[in-house]
T-cell receptor, first 111, second 119 residues
């Protein structure tokens, strides 16, 4: 079983729409969670961390559900520039600096 | 902010040759660096953890004799793809964590990646 699983999409949404992605992780002892954004042919860049209490950064909201072992990312008022692949990242319990990436969810925001 | 560089940014080589990719932390020392591989339309896959002064730790299914990792200094890790074959063509990305990072500290910095094409 994969450590992290995501719906690959693509999610095709119009500008201004609200879109949500989920990601499930297999190891219940995983410590930390992140969302990264990756543009085509570029390295991934940190979008936001995911805290147990949930956190918000502008139009982006991340939440963690430990009981069901999933994290989510909500994007409100989608912009064309939000088009990218969103990667769910999990730290395994044995190494706080090791990252396991999900397969990524492709988002296409259309005018 | 902290920067990680990779060299070369892209390389084309013939099947059977070896290719070395360098990963450098430019303004911090990194006792640990990570190497990832990304095939087209797929996500990043962790290949190995590079430890300064000791042997690298490889993920399951990654051949350590195929992908040689050397972490000779606190700012440099190298990945050598030995006897490269077309199926090794991929995007190789390294990352590094500044000292003091831990407990899932998000200050992990990625290099820009190296595109390898083996003909």
């Amino acid at each position: 079983r994969k450590e992290v699983e995501q719906d690959p999409g693509p999610f095709n949404v119009p500008e201004g729409a609200t879109v949500a992605f989920n990601c499930t992780y297999s190891n219940s002892a995983s410590q930390s969670f992140f969302w990264y954004r990756q543009d085509c042919r570029k390295e991934p860049k940190l979008l936001m961390s995911v805290y147990s209490s949930g956190n918000e950064d502008g139009r982006f909201t991340a939440q963690l559900n430990r009981a069901s072992q999933y994290i989510s990312l909500l994007i409100r008022d989608s912009k064309l520039s939000d088009s990218a692949t969103y990667l769910c990242v999990v730290n395994p319990p044995d190494n706080f600096n090791k990252f396991y990436f999900g397969s990524g969810t492709k988002l296409n925001v259309k005018p | 902010g902290a920067v990680v560089s990779q060299h070369p940014s892209r390389v084309i080589c013939k099947s059977g040759t070896s290719v070395k990719i360098e990963c450098r932390s430019l303004d911090f020392q990194a006792t640990t660096m990570f190497w990832y591989r990304q095939f087209p339309k797929q996500s990043l896959m962790l290949m190995a953890t590079s430890n300064e002064g000791s042997k690298a730790t490889y993920e399951q299914g990654v051949e350590k004799d195929k992908f040689l990792i050397n972490h000779a200094s606190l700012t440099l890790s190298t990945l050598t793809v030995t006897s490269a074959h077309p199926e090794d063509s991929s995007f190789y990305i390294c990352s590094a964590c500044p000292p003091g990072g831990g407990a899932g500290d998000e200050t992990q910095y990625f290099g820009p990646g190296t595109r390898l094409l083996v003909l």
